[in-house]
């Protein structure tokens, strides 16, 4: 065989490698789904990594039944991994020791209660139950009122709507998954984003930021 058509031959079988390694190491985002730690050791932790890789560094830990633990993305590897939050950022834990569960939610949609939605420029926080919608900003009276309504958009699988009502007090909410959002302040990824509407009767005020189903402790 002439040496350039080896040359080319060779280059073309790391090209070819390179994209299929590519193609299995791609991350893929998924509306965000909820598991429990499952087989880990009593006194053991599950490692939280800065990469989906076993050798990465540890940013963050997992303990024994942790959960819900929130996955908004996983690699289409073989062994797969899954992206959470970890402090100020984000990071990655191996699927194969968490086990998918379903945590209460809030009615016809699947956010789970417990959820809090946060933003900045005010900072303020909006908190989910079954049954109510809490919300906090600065100069604002806490505000914490009954559900009157919620379920999905039509033919629109990824978005949501929360309203609470009580007398003048209104907070009415519409949650996405489907995307990443940022709260442009920290290194997290979210899998929900919220636009929310807060009125007193009066005057109505629009927020926007990100929500995340913390795990209990």
């Known amino acids: 065989m002439k040496p350039f058509i080896f040359l080319a031959l060779a280059s073309l079988s790391i090209l070819v490698a390179s994209m299929a390694r590519a193609q299995t190491d791609e991350t893929l985002f ?13 006194g053991d932790v599950l ?18 039944g942790a959960g819900p633990v929130e ?18 950022g984000s990071g990655w834990v191996s699927m194969s020791y968490l086990a998918q569960i379903d945590p209460e939610s809030v009615p016809g949609t699947p956010l789970p209660t417990s959820t809090v939605c946060t933003g900045t420029e005010p900072f303020w926080s909006l908190t989910f139950t079954d049954k109510t919608m809490s919300f906090e900003a600065p ?25 609470a009502d009580s007398g003048p007090a209104r907070l009415t909410a519409v949650i996405s998954s489907g995307e990443y959002c940022s709260d442009g302040m920290s290194d997290r990824d979210y899998g929900w984003s919220v636009d929310l509407l807060q009125s007193d009767g009066g005057t109505v005020s629009g927020y926007s930021g990100c929500c995340t189903r913390a795990v209990d402790k």
């Open 30 to 42: 998924i509306a965000p789904q909820y598991y429990e730690v499952s087989g880990v050791a009593a």
């Open 47 to 64: 490692n939280i990594r800065a990469e989906p890789d076993p050798h990465s560094a540890i940013v963050g830990t997992l303990a024994p």
């Open 71 to 88: 996955i908004i993305a996983t690699t289409q590897t073989a062994t797969p991994w899954g992206k959470v939050i970890a402090g100020d």
């Open 139 to 163: 100069d604002v009276s806490p505000i914490a009122l009954p559900l009157v309504g919620s379920g999905s958009f039509v033919a629109r699988p990824h978005r949501f709507y929360a309203i």
